[in-house]
């Protein structure tokens, strides 16, 4: 079966670093990507990994660790407007299964 | 611009009566997708399509239908809607289901009462 977790929530401080983490366990996996979502919103792209290591976009960084069905994704430099939800998804084939999202609070 | 744009946005329908949230993206895009996102679910997708006359399942199929007659346009339609379908409806698309990054509409939120 297929299965993503991430934290529910997390709170982090303006300026500050967080990682959200996220696990999976689906067969046939080809790749995993990382959006964010602010309220009432649609979900815009962050990052997308199909190997494993980091990739690194501005503030943005997301890894990757196959074997051990584990991705973070890293924002450093918190500003009030990284405020949001983060959905880590995971295609399995030629489908798209989204984790249920971690919501992050910034405090100033 | 590049966009994909969902109608209607906001829709409040009863019980039964038939119903279409249409989806048309201007990216010549192959891969077209549509997801209902409900509190403490997350998005889950309903069906998607990699092209034309191609359409499969996704997670939640049941209640609802989907067509590709022409590559722009991916329309969602719920023959006797019910409320357990009052969701937020998301259509996405990109340019093929390899893509790295899909594109999303501004979403529907739909109520049956």
């Known amino acids: 079966g297929q299965n993503i977790d991430q934290p529910t929530e997390m709170t982090a401080t303006e300026g500050a670093i967080v990682q959200i983490n996220c696990t999976y366990q689906?067969?046939?996996?080809?790749?995993l990507f990382w959006y964010q979502q602010h309220a009432g919103e649609a979900p815009t792209f962050l990052s997308y990994?199909?190997?494993?290591g980091l990739e690194e976009k501005g503030r943005f960084s997301s890894f990757l660790s196959r074997s051990k069905g584990y991705s973070y994704l890293l924002l450093k430099e918190l500003q009030m407007k990284d405020s949001a939800s983060y959905l880590c998804?995971?295609?399995?084939?030629?489908?798209?299964?989204f984790g249920k999202g971690t919501r992050l609070h910034i405090l100033p | 611009e590049a966009q994909v744009t969902q109608n209607p946005r906001y829709l409040i329908t009863v019980t039964g009566k038939k119903l279409t949230v249409t989806c048309s993206q201007n990216?010549?895009?192959?891969?077209m997708s549509w997801y209902r996102q409900d509190p403490g679910l997350g998005l889950r997708q309903i069906y998607y399509?990699?092209?034309?006359?191609?359409?499969d399942k996704g997670d939640v199929p049941e209640g609802y239908k989907v067509s590709r007659k022409e590559k722009r346009n991916f329309p969602l339609i719920l023959e006797s809607p019910s409320p357990n379908q009052t969701s937020l409806y998301f259509c996405?698309?990109?340019?093929?289901?390899?893509?790295?990054?899909?594109?999303f509409g501004q979403g529907t939120r739909l109520t049956v009462v």
């Open positions: 996405a698309s990109s340019l093929a289901w390899s893509s790295t990054e899909a594109f």
């Open positions: 689906t067969s046939g996996f080809n790749g």
């Open positions: 990994n199909v190997l494993d």
């Open positions: 998804a995971v295609r399995e084939d030629d489908k798209i299964i």
């Open positions: 990216m010549n895009h192959e891969y």
């Open positions: 399509s990699m092209n034309v006359e191609v359409t």
